[in-house]
């Protein structure tokens, strides 16, 4: 539904689509502001985020919690349409501590249904750039890998993307992302 989105939401969707490369860069004025948390406490669990727009990047971090059968926290863009079809890889530049960090592909805005993760190693707070091949994602169910590949048909439907702690484990957590460009 067009009604529901914001702006800031329609002009990404419509840069995303006309653009040769698409690109997220969270380092511009107007980058990441649509960007929101989405954390275990939407099920009951007990993580806290906190998602903080930088002049050259955006933040995210926090604590994840077990209690309640929690053990997640996430960031997710706003929902649009994005045929990723025509791309082969996303190519991200995040610094990251002791943590790993998945990209997740949605397909989908029903919770239970399969979402597609890449993991993002942590990087010791260094500035790196993960190449992150699209044939390579992989279908998790609430948490658990399904084992399903994502498809050409599923790339050419992506409502929203986003990162998530990947540890489940109790503990600190932060990471940084300049960008996220798609490539062919």
Same mark, same amino acid.
């Given at each position: 539904m067009i009604a529901s989105f914001s702006i800031s939401s329609l002009l990404f969707a419509t840069l995303f689509l006309i653009t040769t490369s698409p690109m997220y860069d969270f380092g511009k004025k107007t980058g990441g502001k649509?960007?929101?948390t989405l954390n275990d406490d939407v099920m009951g669990g007990a993580s806290?985020?906190?998602l903080k727009i930088k002049r050259e990047?955006?933040?995210f971090e926090g604590k994840i919690s077990l209690e309640n059968n929690g053990g997640f926290a996430s960031i997710r863009s706003p929902y649009g349409e994005f045929d990723l079809s025509k791309y082969q890889s996303v190519h991200i530049r995040y610094k990251s501590y002791e943590d790993d960090f998945a990209f997740v592909l949605e397909n989908t805005e029903v919770y239970h249904e399969p979402t597609y993760e890449h993991h993002l190693p942590a990087s010791n707070g260094?500035?790196?750039v993960a190449i992150l091949?699209?044939?390579?994602f992989e279908g998790y169910q609430l948490g658990k890998k399904i084992g399903e590949k994502l498809t050409a048909? +599923?790339?050419s439907n992506i +409502?929203?993307?986003g990162i998530i702690t990947d540890t489940k484990k109790e503990d600190k957590f932060k990471i940084a992302i300049d960008y996220i460009e798609f490539s062919k």
């Open positions: 649509d960007w929101y806290k985020a906190k990047y955006l933040t260094e500035w790196t091949h699209l044939d390579e048909e +599923i790339q +409502i929203r993307m």
